[in-house]
């Protein structure tokens, strides 16, 4: 079986902080919550997202050196039902920035595999993943010139409303879930997108449940 997601993500057009996202849980839900700005300078980073009733954990966090896009990723998993605005702030509003949540439903997942960084000029990152059935999450930062229109690698991932956001010619943020991933590795990204330098991608596996099999005896 492989994990049933819903994903939502704040404007990536602004530089209001902190930024919110109006989600409802159940329990055994499994909340993934991955982080942009277009720096990595220290003190602009993303702060760990809060909500009554839930306690988020880092899974990875960008290192704050180097010139490219910062991005993290935490996760919550939800031992109540419930529901409130996940926020998280930024330490400074220098520049345009933004989150994504993907909620993987209780009785569908079997919690976080795999999970990495990368930044490079690849517009794709690897990953070796556990499966079978599991599902892939990915936000990639690029300080390129902006753009609203991309090609999903690999093909049949889905974009949730606004998972692609651009501003003017200045970077391009993009949120990606895939679903019913084989296990072994698979490079997860996009082409066709804007022509920057460093493109940074945060993917997180989440896994399925293996599907029991019952044997037939013929008579």
Known sequence: MTPTLAASVTSFKTTTTPKTIAATWAAGDLLIVLGVTPSNVAGQTITT???????FTPIDLEDTTGGHCWTGSWQATATSSGSGNISADRGATVAAWGFALIIASAGTH????VHTIATSTVQTAALTLAGPYSAVCELIGDSGTGTSTVTLVPSGGTQPAGGTGSLAATYTFITITWTNQAAGTTSYGVSATPSGGQYSKILVEIKGIATATTAWLGA
């Open 49 to 55: 997202p809060t909500v009554t009733g839930l306690t």
């Open 110 to 113: 079997s919690g976080v595999g």
